[in-house]
């Protein structure tokens, strides 16, 4: 911890913090210290007839069904080279080409029927264990207690055979944390899900001791007057499931105003302009494309660009509707009997990623910029154990689609098994010094470009570069006190929340017992102001949960009151 003695020399502050007895542990670290998960007094559901469990199942294959889908999918993702090959040899009398398309077509069925023959897997009572490969053999093994989430990807080839795609996550970071079933039929890829997040003992005894969550906690969040979503009682596809949200088609006005949608479509215009370009099309060749080229060529500049603009934002945003429509379709977000938090979503391709809920460490609600100002919009996501580092196909921890901001509190409540709000409230405001800060951040680098376009403006006798440089400073000072009316932070009962950003606006409430540590940083402009940068470090979701420019005596009551004999030693 940076400058402690700014920070132990006073005791009082502590008080203001203390909304509740903090959780009863020893050390910090003992919360985290998992015992080994006691062996099963009865056969698992779905093992072989006549074994004791997945303890004595043998070996098994990925079913025969992989031989149309390995192949086909390796042939779709080299669908336009083969076809570029395929019409310019067939055209040019270069049969070389061809004879390249078809050797293509051979090695990636041989690579399929290779595949399928050399991977195998088990599942035992202890681990998940897969073998595959032929020259380069890989053999992966990922202990059952060390599961974080299984997630089910289905894309339209797979369901088109019946098999889905099995990824067991361990939360480790990083290409060999898990494994990929890729793929078993259906019905087992849904048995696998639930053997793999269940847990031995009472859904809210064993598992919660052994995961960092005390066991008196638990009765505290009951489904006893638990703030829910009101969608509905049960989920009809998982009985005796509880349905916590579906899809609101109203979310579509969001769509647009989402960075990775754009991005997603500027993606796709570029592959298609890099297929034009390999194929040999001019768009100029289309019929009428003449006509229109001579209507714009003899407009205003100022029409031709307001028309340019027009299509391009047409475009992208019927691109984005679409892509939003495909990633979030049939979008339902359920608590299963076992307490796992399940969201399934997905047109072409159907996803589902469930997380036990005894690795839930808290709940975020982030608000784009976008989103916040011409929507009044926000997306839920889950602070969970083994989400850091997983797939980002997956949809990482995001519990929904972006909608209404209220609504969007509301599921975080919800997952979280909150009586009341927790993401939403009163927050704590930061020191005026604070706001100076972002003002100076803000404005000191709109600057530099606001003075280099003073000089151009010097040289080329223009005005719009002026305009254009205080134009530039002008918005720099709004966006730094929206920066500063961001910050904010508060400690609960059961929760240490904050939030900051103004470009992506974050509220993160994390739970005080998935608190593991601090970190404390100070740059040299931060000293100089009397502020401080404090981070609860978590196992969950990114490493760490920032408090920014806070007060050092407030971050000393903060520390103190959620793990008082960590901090006792620095306070002396």
Same mark, same amino acid.
């Given at each position: 911890?940076?400058?402690?003695?700014?920070?132990?020399?006073?005791?009082?502050?502590?008080?203001?913090?203390?909304?509740?007895?903090?959780?009863?542990?020893?050390?910090?670290?003992?919360?985290?210290?998992?015992?080994?998960?006691?062996?099963?007094?009865?056969?698992?559901?779905?093992?072989?007839?006549?074994?004791?469990?997945?303890?004595?199942?043998?070996?098994?294959?990925?079913?025969?069904?992989?031989?149309?889908?390995?192949?086909?999918?390796?042939?779709?993702?080299? *669908?336009?080279?083969?076809?570029?090959?395929?019409? /310019?040899?067939? +055209?040019?009398?270069?049969?070389?080409?061809?004879?390249?398309?078809?050797?293509?077509?051979?090695?990636?069925?041989?690579?399929?029927?290779?595949?399928?023959?050399?991977?195998?897997?088990?599942?035992?009572?202890?681990?998940?264990?897969?073998?595959?490969?032929?020259?380069?053999?890989?053999?992966?093994?990922?202990?059952?207690?060390?599961?974080?989430?299984?997630?089910?990807?289905?894309?339209?080839?797979?369901?088109? =055979?019946?098999?889905?795609?099995?990824?067991?996550?361990?939360?480790?970071?990083?290409?060999?944390?898990?494994?990929?079933?890729?793929? =078993?039929?259906?019905?087992?890829?849904?048995?696998?899900?639930?053997?793999?997040?269940?847990?031995? +003992?009472?859904?809210?005894?064993?598992? $919660?001791?052994?995961? $960092?969550?005390?066991?008196?906690?638990?009765?505290?969040?009951?489904?006893?007057?638990?703030?829910?979503?009101?969608?509905?009682?049960?989920?009809?596809?998982?009985?005796?499931?509880?349905?916590?949200?579906?899809?609101?088609?109203?979310?579509?006005?969001?769509?647009?105003?989402?960075?990775?949608?754009?991005?997603?479509?500027?993606?796709?215009?570029?592959?298609?302009?890099?297929?034009?370009?390999?194929?040999?099309?001019?768009?100029?060749?289309?019929? $009428?494309?003449? @006509?229109?080229?001579? &209507?714009?060529?003899?407009?205003?500049?100022?029409?031709?660009?307001?028309?340019?603009?027009?299509?391009?934002?047409?475009?992208?945003?019927?691109?984005?509707?679409?892509? /939003?429509?495909?990633?979030?379709?049939?979008?339902?977000?359920?608590?299963?009997?076992?307490?796992?938090?399940?969201?399934?979503?997905?047109?072409?391709?159907?996803?589902? !990623?469930?997380?036990? &809920?005894?690795?839930?460490?808290?709940?975020?609600?982030?608000?784009?910029?976008?989103?916040?100002?011409?929507?009044?919009?926000?997306?839920?996501?889950? !602070?969970?154990?083994?989400? @850091?580092? &997983?797939?980002?196909?997956?949809? $990482?921890?995001?519990?929904?689609?972006?909608?209404?901001?209220?609504?969007?509190?509301?599921?975080?409540?919800? @997952?979280?098994?909150?009586?009341?709000?927790?993401?939403?409230?009163?927050?704590?405001?930061?020191?005026?010094?604070?706001?100076?800060?972002?003002?100076?951040?803000?404005?000191?680098?709109?600057?530099?470009?606001?003075?280099?376009?003073?000089?151009?403006?010097?040289?080329?006798?223009?005005?719009?570069?002026?305009?254009?440089?205080?134009?530039?400073?002008?918005?720099?000072?709004?966006?730094?006190?929206?920066?500063?009316?961001?910050? +904010?932070?508060?400690?609960? &009962?059961?929760?240490?929340? *904050?939030?900051?950003?103004?470009?992506?606006?974050?509220?993160?409430? !994390?739970?005080?017992?998935? =608190?593991?540590?601090?970190?404390?940083?100070?740059?040299? /402009?931060?000293?100089?102001?009397?502020?401080?940068?404090?981070?609860?470090?978590?196992?969950?979701?990114? +490493?760490?949960?920032?408090?920014?420019?806070?007060?050092?005596?407030?971050?000393?009551?903060?520390?103190?009151?959620?793990?008082?004999?960590?901090?006792?030693?620095?306070?002396?």
């Amino acid at each position: 911890m940076s400058e402690p003695g700014h920070t132990g020399h006073r005791d009082e502050p502590a008080d203001r913090y203390r909304g509740g007895p903090p959780p009863a542990h020893d050390h910090p670290a003992d919360r985290y210290r998992s015992e080994p998960a006691p062996a099963p007094d009865h056969p698992v559901a779905g093992a072989d007839p006549g074994s004791g469990g997945f303890s004595e199942s043998p070996w098994r294959r990925l079913p025969g069904r992989m031989l149309l889908v390995a192949p086909g999918t390796a042939l779709l993702r080299l *669908a336009p080279a083969l076809v570029v090959l395929v019409l /310019f040899g067939a +055209g040019s009398g270069h049969r070389a080409q061809v004879w390249i398309a078809g050797a293509a077509v051979v090695l990636a069925v041989a690579a399929g029927v290779v595949r399928w023959r050399t991977t195998r897997y088990r599942i035992t009572d202890e681990r998940v264990e897969l073998h595959s490969g032929l020259l380069n053999r890989q053999r992966r093994s990922v202990p059952r207690d060390r599961i974080r989430t299984v997630d089910l990807t289905t894309p339209l080839l797979h369901r088109m =055979v019946g098999v889905s795609v099995v990824k067991v996550g361990s939360g480790q970071g990083g290409r060999d944390s898990g494994l990929d079933l890729d793929a =078993v039929t259906t019905d087992e890829a849904e048995r696998l899900r639930r053997e793999l997040l269940a847990r031995p +003992g009472p859904a809210h005894g064993r598992a $919660g001791a052994d995961n $960092g969550t005390p066991e008196n906690e638990t009765a505290e969040n009951g489904t006893d007057g638990d703030a829910r979503v009101p969608v509905g009682p049960s989920d009809p596809a998982e009985p005796g499931g509880e349905r916590l949200d579906r899809i609101d088609w109203s979310s579509l006005r969001y769509a647009p105003l989402t960075v990775s949608s754009l991005a997603a479509i500027g993606a796709l215009a570029g592959a298609g302009w890099n297929l034009l370009n390999e194929t040999g099309l001019d768009p100029r060749s289309l019929p $009428g494309a003449d @006509a229109v080229a001579g &209507e714009l060529s003899a407009a205003p500049v100022w029409a031709t660009v307001l028309v340019a603009v027009g299509l391009l934002l047409l475009v992208m945003v019927a691109g984005s509707i679409v892509l /939003f429509v495909e990633r979030w379709w049939d979008y339902r977000l359920s608590r299963e009997p076992d307490g796992t938090l399940r969201v399934r979503r997905g047109l072409l391709t159907k996803r589902s !990623l469930s997380v036990s &809920e005894q690795r839930l460490r808290g709940v975020t609600v982030s608000e784009p910029l976008l989103v916040r100002a011409l929507g009044g919009g926000a997306q839920a996501g889950a !602070l969970t154990v083994g989400l @850091a580092g &997983e797939d980002k196909d997956s949809g $990482g921890g995001a519990l929904g689609p972006p909608v209404r901001r209220a609504h969007a509190h509301a599921v975080a409540a919800t @997952a979280a098994r909150a009586t009341g709000p927790v993401t939403d409230g009163p927050l704590r405001a930061h020191p005026a010094r604070a706001r100076t800060r972002r003002l100076v951040r803000a404005v000191g680098p709109a600057l530099v470009p606001a003075a280099v376009l003073g000089v151009l403006a010097w040289f080329d006798a223009a005005v719009w570069p002026v305009v254009v440089g205080v134009a530039l400073v002008m918005l720099a000072v709004p966006l730094a006190l929206d920066r500063y009316r961001a910050l +904010g932070h508060r400690l609960d &009962e059961r929760y240490l929340v *904050a939030r900051h950003g103004s470009l992506l606006r974050t509220t993160t409430a !994390l739970r005080r017992d998935g =608190v593991i540590g601090w970190r404390v940083r100070q740059s040299l /402009f931060q000293r100089r102001a009397g502020v401080l940068t404090l981070e609860a470090t978590t196992a969950a979701g990114g +490493g760490a949960v920032q408090v920014l420019d806070l007060n050092p005596a407030d971050a000393v009551a903060l520390m103190a009151a959620v793990t008082p004999d960590a901090v006792a030693p620095f306070r002396a």
